[in-house]
């Protein structure tokens, strides 16, 4: 297990220095283009050059490279463009809304995904199994802005039981929380069921588990014991794969409900051609894309230990 640790680690850190090398090439590799967009398009050819030199973009490349990776790892991402402070300050925070987001989702959605996955599967062909199968369907295709709409209608204007936004203006508030959490939620859900309850009932299929109906075994024991520890490989990956989602595909619900997170904040950098915003954006996805990889692939190995990786 310790090599295999070790092994990711490494992986994890080659990939962060490829996707590193790629973002500094797109991005920085033009030193032109850089102070243009810090400077604006107005600025002369004297203060242009000036900014370059006072920044180091007319060094070498490599030495470039060495001095803003550097810069990264220490947590100097520059300074925003659209928020004229430094990217620290606008991306921490902003990072932390939607962590408080992601928590609660996968509080209510994780639970309740494993029982109705773990009921259908159980039961397959049944009614049960047909009801949550249909509504699965039904959650997983009806896109982020469509039921974001359609609760919006429903909760604000026509019941007026929630606020129509989530600015958090005065603070934390529980119920700006409920109508993001509740899209994202419903989106999420049918699709983490439908994946658990496929394992389930191939898990339920299986000669030990039939075996172990034979001997009389009560059902729970069986379930519980026998069939979802091998149920929950397939959905564990599933769910460590959500954590990227909700990282930067929250776009959309983070924008329609004024929800000040990491998606809203990588819209508004991207729109206002914030380079060292994009960059550390960037830079942070991708950090929890491999983390949560390597997450995962420690847990294949916790819930079936006889898979292993090279």
Known sequence: MIAFLLRRIGLMALTMIAVSILVFLLLEVSPGSVATRVLGPYVSAEQRHLWLDAHGYLAPLHERYVGWLGRLLAGEFGESVRFKVPVAEVLWPRLANTAVLG????????????????????????????????????????????????????????????????????????????????????????????????????????????????????????????????????????????????????????????YKGFGALLLEASLNQDIYLIEACTMVAVFVAVTTQTIADIGYTLLNPRIRFA
């Open 103 to 258: 928590v609660v989702v996968f509080a209510v959605m994780i639970p309740l995904a494993l029982a109705l996955g773990v009921l259908a599967g159980m039961r397959e062909g049944s009614a049960l199994d047909r009801t949550i199968s249909l509504f699965s369907v039904v959650t997983t295709s009806v896109p982020e802005f469509a039921s974001a709409a359609f609760l919006s209608a429903l909760f604000v204007f026509a019941l007026h039981w929630l606020p129509g936004t989530s600015a958090m203006a005065e603070g934390f508030d529980a119920a700006e929380m409920i109508l993001p959490a509740l899209v994202l939620i419903l989106y999420d859900l049918g699709y983490v069921t439908r994946m658990t309850r496929s394992a389930m009932a191939d898990v339920m299929g299986m000669p030990y588990i039939r075996t172990a109906i034979l001997k009389g075994l009560r059902q729970r024991r069986i379930v519980l014991v026998h069939a979802l520890r091998n149920a929950l490989i397939a959905p564990f990956t599933v769910i460590t794969l959500q954590v990227n989602w909700l990282l930067s595909g929250v776009i959309v619900v983070e924008f329609f409900f004024a």
